[in-house]
């Protein structure tokens, strides 16, 4: 039996969650609500002993919970998954709040996130045996131990459950580290998950930027599973190295979509269109650079234009489609890309070269007409709902201009010959290619950055031996 719905959760204060208890802090911060520009709750900023006491207790945790066996830790997990869905509505609001997604996309995230737990309660760790004249080889994969996951703001729940899952199933115990700018709902979910697990199994610290060094650092977390920017990535592999952690960075994008010419234009056009602007494009694999055969150039941005003007942007109860950029820094890095291609002269096939201000961080979707390959909208990631669109003629030239980019997380290909997009979707130096589809990152598949997009992967069948060491036993036979 899971805890039915207590009344003892209250949806208007929050801690972190050290050793099983609720954890305040002398230093604290709010969040602001992106849609209306709002001071959100106060949490707690953790500190060194915050983070050494979380250390200690999941150390200790982790004696017992790496001894269960996997399948009760199957049973705690689903206990947990039936705990949380009595609280999805709760969670939904909140969600809302923090990040100012209209209520259906939302719910995407937070009734969806059951299949991510659903798929890891489907998984095994192998086991293989080899054996020759003289001795047996057992290979397991054993968990690490404490670890640290770090996590961005454009999906909270996804992507902090998204490790922590993994990371329990296989016997590890985990801390969380929401970002300040989204830290309700993680704080929520962690405080849940401690009527299921014992104290230390998962625990959550929150706080400001000062924080996450004091996870990649420590001596006593063994992995750190990081979900963020480029440049944050590289500072947590560099700090990570000083103890030889495990680490899995799961970093930005800068993904390319090439069209090829005998797609349905009215079709694929709205396709085009969501695939940039999902969640007001602060996806890492939202697409980014949009490549359109010359023979259908024209028609095809004239659709996509046309869809664009009928997306409606607004506020968490508005029925919009798009909601706003999730924080001020962000809001102001996107009217970056503003203001370089108007100050370049590029052209705004749809969307105004000026941001309209207002009491939320809203932006309208936009998209720059055939900017050059040396443009920033082209050569970098803006996060937000501003996409760039170029012609192409030779197969090989497009290959190569999509490939010609630090980063490598997503692609697209979109063809009615699905055997030439698969040809070139096999040559996108991408961890994930889609055919025929936008960006649609799933529980089922590994996923995981080709040069600068990241280290390592996470889900899929593979992901959880990023959270295990291999242990191999050898026995020999005895004469
Ligand atoms: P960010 O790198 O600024 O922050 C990510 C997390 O790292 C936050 O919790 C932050 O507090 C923490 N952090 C900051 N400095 C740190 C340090 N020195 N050491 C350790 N942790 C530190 O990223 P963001 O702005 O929150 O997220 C947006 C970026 O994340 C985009 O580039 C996006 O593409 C990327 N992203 C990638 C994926 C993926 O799966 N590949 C998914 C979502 C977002």
């Known amino acids: ?38 001071e959100l709750w106060e949490v707690p900023i953790a500190n060194q002993q915050d983070v050494d006491d979380a250390v200690v207790s999941a150390q200790k945790a982790f004696e017992s919970w790496s001894q269960v066996p996997m399948e009760k830790r199957k049973e ?16 939904t609001d909140l969600l809302c709040e923090e990040t100012g997604k209209p209520r259906q996309v939302a719910e995407m995230e937070t009734k969806g996130v059951v299949g991510f737990i659903d798929f890891h309660l489907s998984l095994t760790l192998p086991e293989e045996r080899e054996e020759d004249h003289e001795k047996v080889m057992l290979t397991r994969y054993t968990p690490l131990g404490v670890v640290g996951a770090i996590c961005p703001w454009n999906f909270p729940i996804i992507l902090s459950l998204g490790k922590v899952i993994p990371a329990l199933l ?17 704080l929520k979910v962690v405080e849940l998950a401690q009527e299921i697990f014992a104290p230390g199994v998962v625990q959550a610290v929150g706080g400001d930027d000062k924080l996450g060094p004091m996870l990649t650092t420590h001596p006593n977390i063994q992995k750190i599973s990081f979900t ?42 709205p396709e085009l269109v969501m695939g940039a602007f999902q969640n007001s494009g602060q996806v890492c694999v939202a697409t980014k650079r949009i490549y359109i055969h010359q023979d259908i150039y024209d028609e095809m941005l004239k659709e996509m234009v046309e869809f664009t003007k009928t997306i409606k942007t607004g506020a968490p109860g508005s029925n919009a489609l798009l909601g706003p950029i999730q924080n001020k820094m962000q809001y102001e890095k996107v009217q970056t890309f503003f203001a370089d291609s108007k100050a370049k002269g590029y052209k705004f096939a749809v969307g105004a070269p000026e941001v309209e201000q207002g009491k939320g961080y809203f932006i309208q979707p936009t998209i720059i007409d055939n900017p050059p390959n040396d443009s920033r909208i082209i050569q970098e990631e803006p996060f937000g709902p501003i996409v760039p669109t170029q012609p192409w003629t030779d197969e090989e030239e497009v290959i190569r201009r999509a490939n010609n980019t630090n980063a490598g997380l997503g692609a ?17 130096q991408a961890g994930s290619v889609f055919v025929n589809s936008w960006e649609k990152p799933t529980p089922q598949a590994i996923f995981g950055g080709h040069k600068e997009s990241g280290i390592g992967g996470e889900w899929g069948k593979e992901g959880i031996k990023a959270y295990c060491n291999a242990h191999v036993l050898h026995t020999y036979k005895q004469k």
């Open 1 to 38: 039996m899971s805890p039915s719905k207590v009344s003892t959760i209250a949806w208007d204060s929050f801690h972190n969650t050290v050793d099983g208890k609720p954890r305040g802090g002398k230093e604290k911060h709010r969040g602001v609500n992106p849609a209306t520009g709002e």
């Open 76 to 91: 705690q997990i689903t206990k947990f998954k039936e705990h949380y869905l009595n609280y999805v509505d709760e969670m």
């Open 170 to 186: 296989t016997g590890n115990t985990v801390i969380i580290k929401p970002s300040p700018y989204t830290p309700y709902t993680t």
């Open 228 to 269: 963020g920017s480029i440049a944050t990535g590289k500072k947590v592999m560099a700090a990570a190295a000083s103890t030889l952690k495990r680490v899995t960075l799961e970093l930005g994008g800068n993904d390319a979509s090439i069209v090829l010419p005998d797609v349905d234009i009215k079709k694929v056009a």
């Open 412 to 428: 697209c290909v979109w063809g009615k010959d699905v055997e030439r997009a698969e040809r070139i979707g096999k040559r996108l």
